[in-house]
């Protein structure tokens, strides 16, 4: 599971920057995931994802995050050979704006590496650069806590994701 070495090295930066600690975040979630791709199962899979972010400003926010697109050992075992989106990488910018005391909107801009796996054996895997979209809606459980739901898009390899999740500010 390439996201985890991703997370850890998300974790090691919040840790090495403790002059920003009051401004970092930690967030997860977990959701589904629809590809487009005619060598995959076009199915809902399982997505995860681990984000460590720095709170620039009260409504900005920078992030590094990596997500699993592709939970599932067995895609596209029975479709032609070719490729389909497993794993994203990538950085963020993410806008915010309040509705109400505990309520907010946000947008999410970056730009990531998605890992497009092959089917078989004999392809090897291809990576791809790509644009992420997303937005969603946040509701704060207290000064440090929030949760969160999101849509986001990738762009070249169109995965539509739908995640909750939650954040925590330290």
């Not at 994203?88 to 909107?105: E, F, N, P």
């Not at 090897?124 to 459980?141: F, Q």
């Amino acid at each position: 599971m390439h996201y985890i070495r991703h997370f850890i090295a998300c974790g090691l930066l919040a840790v090495a920057a403790p002059a920003f600690a009051q401004s970092v975040y930690l967030s997860t979630d977990v959701g589904r995931a629809s590809v487009s791709s005619k060598y995959a199962d076009s199915g809902n899979d399982a997505t995860v994802s681990f984000a460590v972010g720095y709170q620039y400003k009260p409504h900005l926010a920078f992030e590094l995050y990596t997500r699993g697109l592709s939970l599932d050992p067995f895609r596209g075992a029975f479709a032609d050979a070719g490729y389909y989106p497993d794993s994203h990488y990538g950085v963020a910018a993410v806008a915010s704006t309040g509705l109400a005391d505990s309520l907010s909107l946000f947008g999410r801009a970056g730009l990531g590496r998605t890992t497009m796996k092959s089917n078989r054996a004999n392809l090897g895997d291809k990576h791809e650069t790509e644009p992420v979209l997303g937005a969603g809606v946040s509701y704060a459980l207290g000064r440090n806590w929030s949760l969160n739901l999101e849509a986001s898009y990738l762009t070249k390899s169109e995965a539509s994701l739908l995640t909750v999740g939650a954040r925590v500010q330290f």
